[in-house]
């Protein structure tokens, strides 16, 4: 049997076991003692009315004092009233209208905040990677922190994880492993900062680090060989420089020399020509004086010098007189078997000889010279 059926009499708007109250009466009833507590709508203005309005100040104080709020050195806070940007307070202590009229979200713009990421995705060779990461951020502009975007670290992980699949999935496993390795955290950081200035999310990337990088095992000897050659070629590098470093001095010095003699050649050259040419200056000069006496003398001077390297000797036939023939050939060739003893005793018998056959060889000059000479 149900509660309200006829008979029961367990009704529990019946307090008398009759029949219930009418609900218009029972709200009239309430509204009545809330009339009386805060002295609304009664007749009397009795104590109970002066509680009512104290009641009343009291809420309104406790309300007020609400809307204090504090912001520390390290903090923005962003006030918002029904839900829209209203202003941006400082430092300190400040008052705004409580709730629900005005919100402050308190931002801290100075601390570094970070999150571990890991993930593990596919190369652009078509190889499983997995990597983990580091990602150390600030937020930097609370306004748009809290305007712009919903759920900021989230967003933020989310940008993470696309930017670095842009970097993976445009490389292969062994340069990812080897060469741009190194490059992998700066990439992203910048693929991702970008992404976050284009959604306005108030939120700057300090970092991102690059704490591991597995692949899998069937790679490792092709990882390794590439890391061989990546040795390698530091190491050939390496030589290349100091061989450099090595020829470059050297041939700039060769070329100073050679630069250098050939400049003392220039040099020795011109003085030689301008030598000749001022003896033939001045042989000109004692040509135009007595002509035949100086050609005389140019073709003796040639002569002397042409058979003076020569081992014949030569014998004027038409002079007179006796003349001392000595086998110059014979001794020239006795002396290479002598010791410098005999080279000594060589250079004096060629004196003696030069100066036996003086006396005869002028007066063989004088007789041509006078046998030319026009009568």
């Known amino acids: 049997m149900a509660w309200n059926e006829p008979g029961n009499g367990k009704d529990p708007w019946d307090r008398n076991g009759g029949p219930p109250d009418d609900l218009d009466k029972i709200v009239q009833g309430w509204q009545r003692k809330f009339s009386r507590i805060f002295g609304g709508g009664g007749r009397s203005r009795g104590p109970g009315s002066a509680g009512g309005y104290i009641l009343l100040i009291l809420f309104f104080v406790a309300w007020g004092i609400t809307g204090l709020y504090r912001v520390d050195e390290a903090e923005r806070g962003v006030v918002q009233r029904f839900g829209a940007y209203t202003k941006t307070t400082l430092p300190g202590l400040h008052w705004h209208i409580p709730y629900p009229i005005e919100v402050v979200d308190i931002v801290n ?6 999150f571990p990421f890991r993930t593990e995705m596919l190369t ?3 190889q499983y990677v997995f990597i983990q990461m580091v990602v150390q951020y600030r937020r930097t502009n609370p306004v748009d922190y809290s305007f712009k975007v919903v759920q900021p670290e ?7 994880e696309s930017g670095l699949r842009e970097v993976v999935g445009t490389s292969t496993l062994i340069r990812l492993v080897t060469e741009q390795r190194d490059q992998i955290a700066p990439r992203t950081q910048a693929i991702v900062q970008s992404t976050l200035d284009a959604y306005g999310a108030g939120i700057t990337v300090t970092s991102i680090s690059l704490e591991d990088l597995d692949y899998p095992g069937a790679v490792q000897e092709a990882v390794d060989d590439a890391q061989q050659a990546e040795n390698d070629a530091g190491r050939y590098v ?3 420089d100091t061989y450099e470093k090595d020829i470059i001095p050297r041939a700039r010095g060769m070329a ?14 011109i003085r030689d020509a301008e030598g000749e040419a001022g003896r033939f200056s001045a042989l000109l000069t004692e040509y135009q004086k007595a ?9 003796l001077e040639a002569i002397e010098e042409v058979y003076g390297n020569s081992n014949k000797v030569v014998i004027d036939s ?18 290479n078997r002598n010791s410098a003893g005999t080279e000594t005793n060589r250079a004096s018998d060629s004196q003696e000889t030069a100066v036996d056959a003086g006396p005869e060889r002028r007066s063989n000059e004088d007789r041509e010279r006078t046998r030319r000479q026009p009568r």
Do not use: H
Request: hydrophobic share 35%; net charge negative; charged share 35%.
């Open 154 to 160: 989230l967003t933020l992980q989310d940008v993470t």
């Open 291 to 299: 002509p035949r006496v100086t050609r005389d003398r140019l073709y």
């Open 124 to 126: 652009g060779d078509r």
């Open 238 to 240: 390496l030589e290349a």
């Open 318 to 335: 038409e002079g007179d007189g006796n003349l001392l023939y000595l086998p110059l050939d014979q001794l020239m060739r006795n002396s």
């Open 109 to 114: 713009v100075t601390a570094v905040d970070n």
């Open 256 to 269: 100073a020399k050679v630069r250098l003699d050939a400049e003392a050649y220039r040099d020795r050259v």
